[in-house]
DNA sequence: CAGTAAGCGAGACGGTACGTCCAGTCTTGTT
DNA sequence: AACAAGACTGGACGTACCGTCTCGCTTACTG
């Protein structure tokens, strides 16, 4: 995720592969059982089979390792063709509700969120291993509907990021909301509805330019 | 908010008014200078004046305490009457925002969202004292838009409470996701933007029936 | 052995009584067990039914805990009343090798005194805990041998209290170098020969004043 | 110490003759910078620019260490010849004095005294690199009292070595006392009266006997 | 208006986890 | 084979809070 190859050959014992997928392993697993606020590293350490020490070396705190955990979650999500930009959004949202509906996705999601409104290298790290990455799946759809000929090839890139960007908060923020905050079920009536609205206002939006 | 009317009248003496009062102040203060984490119920204690048996004679623990503290700060939100549904819905968005831009309402919310994800008594605490309370800006939104010919008078009931909650759940996760994931401000142009596309899609949707 | 009556009032739950002497005596049974070096005050304190913290309420660190633990066993020293000075000092020199040759005094006495080549504080508290209280042995076996007209009365008080210093330091010395260093035994053979040559030394060197 | 000619020729590179002296070097000056109970390994390693590997291969561990380090300062002692016998062993006396003085040798000492007290093995390691080693100061004295006609010859060479014995255990236990549990200074006003009454003391016993 | 039951501040209590430190071992590549 | 470097397991450290408890004191309703 960082350092692809050392340049520096490091003298000394390498630190361990195995370790570090151990730990994340150990971190979702506890994420499910105990929940973020019962998590503790040294009960991590243990579940990985790994000393506490060993943890510390690599991560700075429950926080850090949490985001790193979930992170990964997220990359299983992948922008299905369905045929229809509508369908391909429908897809997505659905995938994320699923994900949203993992004990440790939820948990650990808000969690470091909230730890994140007060430690500005927290909210950096979630931007850039969680938001920014995902934002792919936004341009993807984007760009298989201009393919399809569902949408114009953007003009003004500026007013284009813009557009991109809000999509993945109002997306991200409606499902996350709904499951979260007003813990309902996102499910296939509610995506096709959300998806309506969503598109439409859109659409609407970008003629009336 | 916890007991209206005492039915059993208490023998003894009666519960400070001021202490919980105190309290309740003592623990937004703390949240805004320490954040959730490293908010301890000895320090809130402490800042009120107040011994710990008295606090935990009031509330079972961080949780319970903090839902309490915030649910009072989103209190605040009115609903302008700027003229239009537009200008209205983007005062409130902005209001919204506002709230979210303290510290208090960031840290506390959020963790006390991520702790719900394992507490059903907690998540049920959040929609009756936060959730379910502030819906009422949406339906007095509806209502004076509809005053005005803006809108038409709902026909099917179920459809329109379903309508409701996915307004809800669009506006405000929007907004926290804008705010607090991503991590951008939620001005007024992007008010503006989120609004259009919002309104648009809402129309459309109920036109196409 | 420190506060007699509290004058002040204490406000708060009072500290528990039963707890010290539970601690002390854990520390004994951990010293036998483990000696000094894999003692641990979590083990004490598990021993002892007690949490950690309220033995860190109580003592600094293990030093100052071991330290009044020892001073304890050094108080069952009592001066036996043989008949003539030869057999006082024989007797008390036997005491004092019983002592030494249980396994909680050998090694928690030298590791405190190791300890505290490097820390004031604590060779004061282990002068006061044991050198000094412990010097009586001396002064009451001068005055039982005054009394059986043994030995003279002092008339220099200065030279008098040097010589009980000496008396000290060459009794204690010898058998705790003989048990400890040499690691020989402090039989009877051996106390009535260290005896002789004291007692024949001490009677010189009053005469060639 | 430990190895004195290897009977096996040893393949491989051969242990370096310099990082032995380094080590023990090191240790001592750790010794005086922090006391038995903060020095580390891991520092000794770093101090004498050695690894820690190359340190654990040639000492078991912290206890063997020391010793190995501490023997090394009683060889410094040596009987003056200062024409009487009085005055050969206030001589010795005040050397033992200063060479205690020194924070690693009291530190040190003491410390695996302590230990040994729960560690034959390293009981008998002290017994012979210290203690056996040491009384060849007594012995000497003896000697050369007995060529100056100070004192007869021996006649039972069972007797005699009890005497070295004890006179070994009185003077180094005194002196360790006096320094390190009474935390008195041994001085020359010290040594003169020590030295008289143990003189008398052993000139009277073997008279009477 | 005396009695009494509950509330109150203070702080000790049994626990649990923290994040750090060190012991002693192991695994690299180098000498 | 010994060496420097440094990661590894394991375990104790001393601290910080948790939520409970036990004090002595205060307060307002009740009989």
Redesign the pocket.
């Known amino acids: 995720m960082q350092s692809r190859t050392p340049v520096t050959r490091?003298?000394?014992?390498?630190?361990?592969a195995e370790?570090a997928a151990a730990i994340l392993a150990a971190t979702r697993e506890a994420l499910v059982e105990l929940g973020w606020s019962?998590l503790?590293?040294?009960d991590v350490a243990t579940r990985a089979?790994?000393?506490?020490?060993?943890l510390?070396?690599r991560w700075a705190?429950?926080n850090e390792l949490v985001v790193d955990a979930v992170a990964e979650l997220f990359d299983e999500l992948v922008l299905p063709d369905r045929g229809t930009l509508a369908a391909d959004i429908e897809g997505v949202v659905l995938q994320f509700a699923t994900i949203l509906a993992r004990p440790e996705a939820r948990s650990g999601l808000m969690a470091v969120v909230a730890e994140a409104t007060r430690d500005e290298a927290l909210r950096e790290r979630i931007r850039e291993s969680i938001v920014t990455r995902q934002k792919r799946l936004v341009l993807e759809g984007r760009a298989r509907a201009q393919a399809r000929g569902e949408l114009p090839p953007e003009t003004d890139p500026l007013e284009a990021a813009r557009t991109v960007d809000l999509i993945f908060d109002v997306v991200a923020g409606a499902v996350v909301h709904r499951t979260l905050v007003s813990a309902e079920p996102a499910d296939e009536d509610w995506a096709r509805g959300f998806t309506r609205v969503l598109l439409l206002g859109l659409k609407g939006a970008s003629q009336s330019d």
């Open positions: 490091a003298s000394g014992r390498p630190r361990s370790a019962k503790t590293l040294g089979g790994v000393a506490k020490t060993t510390y070396r705190g429950k």
